[in-house]
């Protein structure tokens, strides 16, 4: 069974950082594009960028470059999304998904990030 | 990359068929078919039910189906129940971007 694990919920202070994690398993985990959607509350899916493991080459929604950063270590088949100064404005419910030639076709469990003073 | 396009809810009483659209411009779907709809429970992740704008997951019941005319996808449920309530978002994939709609909320009278 293809399965994604990610990493718990976190609460963070506006200016922090935050690296969160997806464990991908039950498939070749190099050959499938692996990357985040965003979800704030209340409102819709929004993709923020994914990775191929085999490579490392990213890619990223043009209005998420430089505000956060997705990486891989394949050694342990799992994804990060990181973050280097959190905003409240970050605050949202990420899902890591695994891309097909089609789009998703797997998603994470969600880890929910809370920034507040 | 504007999102796509869907009305933000929908009704239906048990038993009758919906039908949810998802409006993009030309580009969003860049002449090819990776229209996907997901269906998600309130506090539950994302669940793919039709890909390749008609394609069902196995798993997925018939009463799913999806077509898609121009810049338009849409997804229909029939014989609705009440275990179809919840939120519907389409999709469309042109490698290397992912636009999602808004959200449809389908709710079972």
């Known amino acids: 069974e293809v399965q994604l694990v990610q990493s718990g919920a976190e609460v963070k202070k506006p200016g922090e950082s935050l690296k969160i994690s997806c464990k991908g398993s039950g498939y070749g985990f190099t050959s499938y594009w692996i990357g985040w959607v965003r979800q704030m509350s209340g409102e819709g899916l929004e993709w923020l960028g994914f990775i191929y493991p085999g490579n490392s080459n990213v890619k990223y929604r043009p209005s998420f470059q430089g505000q956060v950063t997705i990486s891989v270590d394949k050694s342990i088949s799992t994804a990060y999304l990181q973050w280097s100064n959190l905003k409240a404005s970050d605050t949202a419910i990420y899902y890591c998904?695994?891309?097909?030639?089609?789009?998703?076709?797997?998603w994470g469990q969600g880890t929910t990030v809370t920034v507040a003073s | 990359q504007s999102a796509l396009t869907q009305p933000a809810s929908v009704s239906g009483s048990p038993g009758q068929s919906i039908t949810i659209s998802c409006t993009g411009i030309?580009?969003?779907?860049?002449?090819?078919?990776?229209v996907s709809w997901y269906q998600q429970h309130p506090g539950k992740v994302p669940k793919l039910m039709i890909y390749d704008v008609t394609n069902r997951p196995s798993g997925v019941s018939h009463r799913f189906s999806g077509s898609k005319s121009g810049n338009t996808a849409s997804l229909t449920i029939s014989g609705l129940q009440a275990e179809d309530e919840a939120v519907y978002h389409c999709?469309?994939?042109?490698?290397?971007?992912?636009?999602f709609g808004g959200g449809t909320k389908l709710t079972v009278l």
């Open positions: 998904a695994r891309w097909v030639y089609h789009g998703v076709d797997v």
């Open positions: 999709s469309s994939y042109t490698f290397p971007n992912t636009v």
């Open positions: 030309s580009s969003d779907f860049g002449g090819h078919n990776y």
